[in-house]
T-cell receptor, first 111, second 113 residues
Framework: GQNIDQPTEMTATEGAIVQINCTYQ??????LFWYQQHAGEAPTFLSY????GLEEKGRFSSFLSRSKGYSYLLLKELQMKDSASYLC????????????FGGGTRVLVKP | DADVTQTPRNRITKTGKRIMLECSQT?????MYWYRQDPGLGLRLIYY???????NKGEISDGYSVSRQAQAKFSLSLESAIPNQTALYFC????????????FGPGTRLTVL
């Protein structure tokens, strides 16, 4: 089984940077995913890490440390449209593409 | 047109009723999933299917059943709905050859009174 923890809520100012942490415990790690979900809408894929290090994609970056069971999603130059929930999900190697999701972090961007 | 569709989008029903939620996809993916989402609990996997003849229970399958009628269709049934099954339900798909993401449908909001 897996245990995935992320903060419930974060608030940041437009133009600033926010870092959302995710810690996990798993028996067979095979990838960590970040999804964005606006209220009432479907989750959409943001990033995927399977090796240690930083993956950068425009204003969003995701970092992974497998030895620490730790990831973060970094959102730079925050825009009002970035107000959403951000879901951390872990894939186990023996379970194909079955993901286990954390509870999500709701980010509120203020002017 | 959306690649993953769900019907209905909203449903209100009463305790004890049988409900079916349907999911269709035009992405040609072999893998399909049903999740429910409750506030603060994230997405929890109900059932998943890696092909038409493969059905697997997720972490919260009790009270639910599924049918994979075709590669493109995966339906979720609540045989006798109860109020704690009130939730937002999402269908998702992924491809065996490109497993690094799942694509979600728009969701079905189900309320059981």
């Amino acid at each position: 089984g897996q245990n995935i923890d992320q903060p419930t809520e974060m608030t940041a100012t437009e133009g600033a940077i926010v870092q959302i942490n995710c810690t996990y415990q798993t028996s067979g790690f095979n990838g960590l995913f970040w999804y964005q979900q606006h209220a009432g809408e479907a989750p959409t894929f943001l990033s995927y890490n399977v090796l240690d290090g930083l993956e950068e994609k425009g204003r969003f970056s995701s970092f992974l440390s497998r030895s620490k069971g730790y990831s973060y999603l970094l959102l730079k130059e925050l825009q009002m449209k970035d107000s959403a929930s951000y879901l951390c999900a872990v894939r186990e190697g023996a379970a194909g593409n079955k993901l286990t999701f954390g509870g999500g972090t709701r980010v509120l961007v203020k002017p | 047109d959306a690649d993953v569709t769900q019907t209905p989008r909203n449903r209100i029903t009463k305790t004890g009723k049988r409900i079916m939620l349907e999911c269709s996809q035009t992405k040609g993916h072999d893998r399909m999933y049903w999740y429910r989402q409750d506030p603060g609990l994230g997405l929890r996997l109900i059932y998943y299917s890696f092909d038409v003849k493969d059905i697997n229970k997720g972490e919260i399958s009790d009270g639910y059943s599924v049918s994979r009628q075709a590669q493109a269709k995966f339906s979720l049934s609540l045989e006798s709905a109860i109020p704690n099954q009130t939730a937002l339900y999402f269908c998702a798909t992924s491809d065996f050859a490109l497993p690094n993401t799942q694509y979600f449908g728009p969701g079905t909001r189900l309320t059981v009174l």
